[in-house]
C-alpha cells in the first residue's frame, strides 16, 4: 500500500543535542509537509516543500531546518531542541501538483521528548 | 485570510446518539474545506473534502457534512454513534499559491459513553 512512513515513532533526545527526524513516502506526491502538534492543540505547519522548493513558515524558529534529498525522503533536523520542542511531529504528503482540493496524507508522527 | 472556528473543544455523546461537530468558516473566495480524524498517538486521517461539487459531502466511517454559505458553516454529523469514533477532529481549509497549505480549527474531542 502506498503510504506515508516516519522514524522513529518515539525519539527521546536531551536538551541541546542535535535529533533528526525522518520521513519517506510511496505516493511519489509533489509536497512534504512538516508539522509539530503539541498536546491537544492542532498541528501547526513549519515548513513544506514543493518538490525542490524550500518553503519556511515566517514564525518556524531558525532551530529547525529539513532537509529533501529526494522526491521520497524528507527530513526535519532540530540543531538544539529545547523543552519546548517536545511534541508529535507530523510528516504529510500531497499531489500530484499543487491543487487547493488534494488531500493530504499524513504519516503516524514521531513523538520528541526532550530531557 | 481564510480561517474556521471550531465550536466545542470537547463534545460527549451516548453510544447510538447523533454526533454533531460544528465548523464555521471564514473566506472571501469558495473555500475548499476538510474534516481529518485523528486517533491517540497516530497521523491524521481524512474524512472528507467540499470541493463545490455538492453541498452534502459524504465521508469515510457513516460521516457527512453539508456546506450552507448562508451560514458561513461545514459542520460534521453522524446519525449513530459508535464507540469506536472516539477521537479528535480536525476542520481545515485550503488555502496557498504555489502548494496548498491547511489552515486546522483547533480541534474538538470526541467521546461516546456506553
Redesign the interface.
Known sequence: DAM?I?NPRYQVTQFGKPVTLSCSQTLNH??M?WYQQKS????K?LF?Y?DKDF?NEADTPDNFQSRRPNTSFCFLDIRSPGLGDAA?Y?C?T?GPG????????????T?LTVL | AQSVTQLGSHVSVSEGALVLLRCNYSSSVPP?L?W?VQYP??????LL?Y?SAATLVKGINGFEAEFKKSETSFHLTKPSAHMSDAAEY?CAV???Q?????V????T?LTINP
Request: proline share 4%.
Open positions: 506515508v516516519q509533489n509536497v509537509y491537544s492543540q492542532a498541528p505547519l513544506h514543493y518553503n508529535m507530523l504529510a500531497s499543487t491543487s487547493l482540493y488534494n488531500e493530504q496524507f499524513f504519516g503516524p508522527g513523538r | 475548499y476538510f481529518y498517538n497516530q497521523g491524521l486521517q481524512l473534502k470541493t480536525f485550503s488555502v496557498g504555489g502548494a496548498q497549505k491547511l486546522f480549527g483547533q480541534g474531542r
